[in-house]
């Protein structure tokens, strides 16, 4: 049986797959494995954020800043 909880980590985990395309279409100079590894470190770091709302958003901008330092 499916819980809220269960039903939210599967709509944030789709919201973070599309951050993840949104970051392949903006830097396509990366490496799509490299973005998809380094919103995967992202997102674990909200492991245990109790407020879920804007873990994408978070993950995104995260990932973001560090592939805008990289290059």
Do not use: C, W, Y
């Not at 269960?6 to 970051?23: I, P, W």
């Not at 954020?49 to 995260?62: G, K, N, T, W, Y």
Request: hydrophobic share 35%; no cysteine.
């Amino acid at each position: 049986m499916e819980t809220p909880n269960d039903n939210a980590r599967s709509e944030e985990d789709v919201a973070v797959e599309h951050a993840a395309d949104r970051l392949a279409d903006r830097f396509p100079e990366v490496d799509r494995d490299r973005i998809d590894e380094l919103v995967e470190q992202r997102h674990h770091d909200f492991d245990g954020a109790p407020v879920r709302d804007f873990v994408p958003v978070l993950v995104e901008h995260d990932v973001k800043r560090e592939l805008r330092e990289d290059t």
